[in-house]
């Protein structure tokens, strides 16, 4: 299966009964494993789950921390790109040169790195003690 097909296919399970807009993300891990998860909303605001932090879980949960593609779609009229905390929880686990791929379900794609999304990224080079 490929990520589009996995992105495509987890889509149609997302639970959105409030904003009735739907996220289904997918992730290769370093071990050529695809994840896939899709956004979880809550009648409580902000208390749901975005699709890419779903997939994240998902592979970290199956015992893997590094992907290395991403692919992320939304029935929208432009590419879906991820929220800010995504693109810092998707730096988490992967490095700039890392693809994610946003798409539309009519098809339209477009290709970013996790660098290009996130430039300037807070990571652990921050946290070390001069």
Avoid: W
């Avoid at 495509?8 to 959105?16: E, K």
């Avoid at 409580?44 to 592979?59: L, N, V």
């Avoid at 098809?107 to 999304?117: K, S």
């Amino acid at each position: 299966m490929t990520l589009k097909a996995a992105a495509t296919a987890v889509f149609q399970n997302a639970y959105a009964p409030y904003s009735k807009f739907k996220v289904g993300a997918a992730i290769r891990a370093a071990s050529g494993t695809i994840y896939a998860g899709c956004n979880v909303e809550n009648v409580s605001y902000p208390e749901g789950t975005c699709a890419e932090a779903g997939a994240i879980a998902a592979m970290v949960a199956a015992g893997e921390t590094e992907l290395t593609e991403v692919y992320v779609i939304a029935e929208s009229p432009m590419p879906i790109s991820p929220c800010g905390g995504c693109r810092q929880k998707l730096v988490e686990f992967g490095k700039g040169h890392v693809p994610v791929i946003m798409g539309t379900i009519a098809g339209e794609e477009q290709v970013m790195t996790l660098a290009d999304l996130l430039p300037g990224a807070f990571n652990t080079d921050h946290m070390k003690k001069s």
